[in-house]
């Protein structure tokens, strides 16, 4: 019987070993409070005006002569926050990041400055000429009303001071570029922060998208927050601004997800615009008789702005809901839409005319369907 249990044992340590060496190695990707112990080969780069190309020891290098800081600097010399933000002048583009290589971005800090709407951030993966990002960076990061309001969520972070943070994952194989165009009539600076890892990407990682929609006012009571989206992919995430053009609750219209084929009805049917974004009746504190702003990790309405009796005449939302657990998967195709209703008298609802602006945020195998064209300067400005 002894024989018998160390013999047992043996097998199951071997066993243990041989399932040990079979463990794929981590690729310093998918990080979460479960695997922060485990060792990587990814390189850790970070790009930022104080090192333009994220290359290895080549950061706070920016010359007194170089650097938008040198002024004041000039006691202390190179090394000491010479160069830490850039400007960008008006109808300039400003590449952020041109990334060699295969990897993901992680996390992305800055402080636009100006009118965010008339800063446009676009991305690009690998070879593509068309971006798979483009929205005005105020939009991109939850903050389309051009104020600031605390955001605070898993992956995406405003914070005082408009502090924007992303931390959206992005993989890319071959490169990657970020830009920013300031489409605006005055010079814009911003600081920023955008770090990434160097390593292999797994054969099925998605690339990520995010496009800006505008309805002002909505058509037919109905805004499109995308449509033509082709190929293979999971919807992660909206975020919208939201604008009342009439009095009393606003919020009754359905989202509507149609996918792979869908025509006339869709395969996914929310219930109302405040269970979307997981709330009910009406985001109401039932005590005070006033909407609250609440901000968790999956799901929130971080902003209202109220009308003040003067120039702020009409009531404004800013939401999000990320589809992180419940990511929104399609073969083929998806198109998403928004109803806008409200009520009228003898319970009815009523078709509105609000302004809505969203950003959509999705992964899919590339290619992508090109773009709809951004609308103008005059067609982004928030009025």
């Known amino acids: 019987m002894k024989t018998f249990y ?3 044992l043996v097998l199951l340590l071997a066993t243990g070993v041989a399932l040990a060496q079979k463990r794929p190695s981590f690729d ?17 780069r970070s790009i930022s005006p104080e090192n333009p190309t ?39 583009t400003h590449v952020l990041a041109d990334i060699e290589g295969s990897g993901a971005i992680q996390h992305i800090w ?29 939009d991109f990061f939850g903050m389309g009303w051009g104020e600031y309001a605390h955001l605070n969520s898993l992956p995406v972070v405003v914070n ?18 970020i830009t920013m165009e300031n489409i605006g009539h005055e010079r814009m600076s911003v600081y920023y922060q955008i770090t990434y890892a160097l390593t292999e990407v797994p054969e099925d990682a998605a690339y990520f998208h995010a496009q800006f929609r505008r309805s002002n006012p909505t058509q037919g009571a109905l ?10 992919g999971h919807y992660v995430g909206t975020y919208m601004a939201w604008q009342v053009n009439n009095k009393g609750w606003w919020g009754e219209g359905e989202i509507k997800f149609f996918m792979d084929g869908d025509k006339q009805f869709p395969t996914i049917c929310g219930t109302g615009t405040e269970d979307y974004f997981l709330g009910s009746y009406n985001f109401e504190n039932k005590k005070t ?13 971080h902003q209202v702005i109220r009308p003040d009796g003067l120039y702020d005449s009409q009531q404004r939302f800013g939401l999000y809901r990320w589809h992180i657990q419940d990511p929104i998967r399609f073969e ?14 003898d319970g009815r609802y009523l078709p509105q005319k609000s302004d809505i602006s969203s950003v959509v945020y999705w992964y899919q195998a590339e290619p992508h369907a090109p773009f709809p064209t951004l609308p103008s300067k005059n067609d982004l400005e928030v009025n």
């Not at 310093?28 to 850790?44: C, E, H, I, P, Q």
């Not at 001071?161 to 993989?171: E, H, I, T, Y």
């Not at 083929?332 to 008298?345: A, F, M, P």
């Open 223 to 232: 805004h499109t927050l995308v449509d033509g989206i082709k190929g293979k």
């Open 160 to 177: 005082p001071g408009s502090a924007f943070n992303c931390f959206w994952v992005m993989p890319f194989r071959k490169k990657c570029k």
């Open 28 to 44: 310093g990707l998918d990080v979460n409070m479960s695997n922060f112990y485990r060792l990587s080969d990814a390189k850790t």
């Open 289 to 301: 008789r006033q909407y609250e702003e609440f901000s968790t990790p999956y799901a929130g309405m």
């Open 110 to 138: 800055m402080t636009p400055t100006r009118a965010w709407r008339y800063s446009v951030i676009r991305f690009y993966w690998d070879d593509e000429k068309n971006p798979s990002v483009e929205v005005p960076v105020g």
């Open 54 to 92: 994220g290359a290895p020891g080549r950061g706070g290098m920016a010359t007194l002569e170089e650097g938008v800081s040198g002024r004041q600097a000039r006691e202390l010399g190179v090394g000491w926050k010479v160069n830490p933000y850039v400007f960008i002048e008006p109808g300039q």
């Open 6 to 8: 160390s013999t047992l």
């Open 332 to 345: 083929k195709e998806l198109k998403v839409t928004i109803q806008d209703l409200g009520w009228r008298s």
